[in-house]
């Protein structure tokens, strides 16, 4: 999970962002993301990524090609990067009225 503050305009994160969305796609281990903007503050964003394990992720993160997506995202926001271990996932139920 990493929360994003803004400082470029957000049509301009939102294109960097889906650039490195592009690599990190390509990487071993990566599942899916979701990238969240909060509904009040257009600066403020949450990217909730899903990896294999903590150690793909951190692979990912050390790849030489990934410094210039990193470089880029800095330019534009800072952000706070943390990794969390799923616990619980709870689904809306099927056929509920």
Do not use: C
């Not at 994003?4 to 294109?15: C, L, N, Q």
């Not at 394990?53 to 470089?71: E, Y």
């Amino acid at each position: 999970m990493n929360r994003f503050t803004v400082h470029a305009s957000p049509e301009e994160f939102e294109r960097v962002f889906a650039e490195t969305s592009e690599f990190m796609a390509q990487q071993d281990g990566f599942l899916r993301h979701t990238l969240l903007r909060h509904t009040d503050d257009e600066r403020s964003y949450v990217n909730i990524a899903q990896w294999r394990d903590a150690g793909a992720f951190r692979r990912a993160v050390a790849a030489p090609d990934f410094q210039p997506h990193a470089a880029a995202l800095r330019a534009l926001s800072t952000s706070e990067p943390n990794l969390y271990t799923p616990r619980r996932t709870v689904s809306a139920k099927t056929g509920a009225r």
